[in-house]
């Protein structure tokens, strides 16, 4: 019995440590002079003073430089076939970028204008899965409107801020980041008010996915993806609640990410798993909920069956 302990012991801890270990990723981004104010072009002088007013205070920095976003910049980044921008595109939502130069992930806050949240269709984590897609690194994210708006604006003023500051994204990733976020936004207008779903459970679904595609390399097939999508749903209580059609979209948005090359950064698994915590973080009661014995995670229940196989052991030794 004690020979098969001392062949056991060494396999099983192991296995624990090869499977919680994680890879580190240097860091090289840096952050910027200053903060950058995206403002909408068709702000009145008061809306533009008071939307400033309203993100600065939010980020609490008062000394930030200012980019002004207009249709040409929704076409630019958005939306180059202009099938739903054009240059004479009215834009109101705006952002404010601070980019960090410590490994911190991406953070986005909408902020209410006035007392009311004017973003009326893209969530703070459909921001953050379309940023980090579009290949955002280290930032902190603040997003408002004067007057009720979809929030298209506020992305690409993002985009455009970072392409100002020198670190210009790829357009395959940014377009990418476009579908996708169109892509959850319509799942999460279809599911609203479906007892069990929440826009939280979908964007972390996503991005573990993503966390996993990027584990397994760049040229996974689309059968491979499937069943990293399959997983995911399973394991944030979505299994019944996502249809077919909208799985499908979810793998035809996560093929087109891979093609867009977003997977071969070196940094994109640490921003991925950053971002689960972050989406996790801000939606504590929805996901102690799905933190069940039925959807624990893998490591977790390897610990356990190892500590109750051992318990097992030694108490017939």
């Not at 573990?208 to 209580?237: F, H, P, R, W, Y």
Request: aromatic residues 6%; glycine residues 6%.
């Amino acid at each position: 019995m004690f020979n098969k302990l001392k062949f056991l012991i060494p396999i099983a801890f192991t296995a624990i440590i090869g499977l919680s270990a994680q890879p580190a990723f240097a860091d090289s981004t840096t952050s910027w002079d200053k903060p950058v104010a995206t403002l909408g072009t068709s702000l009145s002088s008061t809306q533009k003073a008071d939307t400033l007013k309203t993100l600065e205070n939010a980020a609490n920095v008062t000394d930030v430089s200012e980019l002004t976003v207009t249709g040409s910049t929704l076409v630019k980044y958005l939306d180059q076939n202009q099938q739903t921008f054009n240059a004479d595109s009215s834009v109101y939502s705006s952002a404010l970028i601070q980019k960090n130069d410590s490994n911190t992930g991406i953070n986005v806050k909408i902020i209410d204008f006035n007392g009311r949240n004017n973003i009326t269709t893209i969530t703070a984590n459909q921001y953050k899965n379309a940023a980090l897609t579009a290949g955002v690194t280290n930032a902190t994210i603040y997003v408002t409107s004067a007057i009720p708006i979809d929030g298209s604006g506020a992305l690409a003023g993002v985009y455009a801020a970072f392409a100002e500051n020198g670190d210009s994204l790829n357009q395959a990733q940014v377009t990418a980041a476009q579908d996708e976020m169109s892509t959850l936004s319509d799942i999460t207008q279809a599911n609203k008010g479906t007892d069990g779903y929440s826009d939280s459970q979908l964007n972390n679904a996503v991005t573990g996915a993503k966390k996993d595609m990027a584990s397994k390399g760049n040229n996974l097939t689309v059968n491979q993806i499937t069943t990293i999508v399959n997983n995911q749903l399973e394991q944030n209580n979505l299994t019944n609640i996502i249809n077919n059609n909208q799985k499908q979209q979810i793998i035809n948005v996560l093929v087109k990410i891979q093609d867009s090359g977003a997977l071969n950064s070196d940094d994109f698994k640490n921003q991925a798993g950053k971002l689960m915590n972050n989406i996790q973080s801000g939606a504590k009661n929805i996901f102690n909920r799905l933190n069940t014995q039925s959807n624990r995670n893998f490591i977790q229940k390897l610990f356990d069956s190892m500590a109750n196989f051992f318990k097992g052991l030694f108490s017939r030794i």
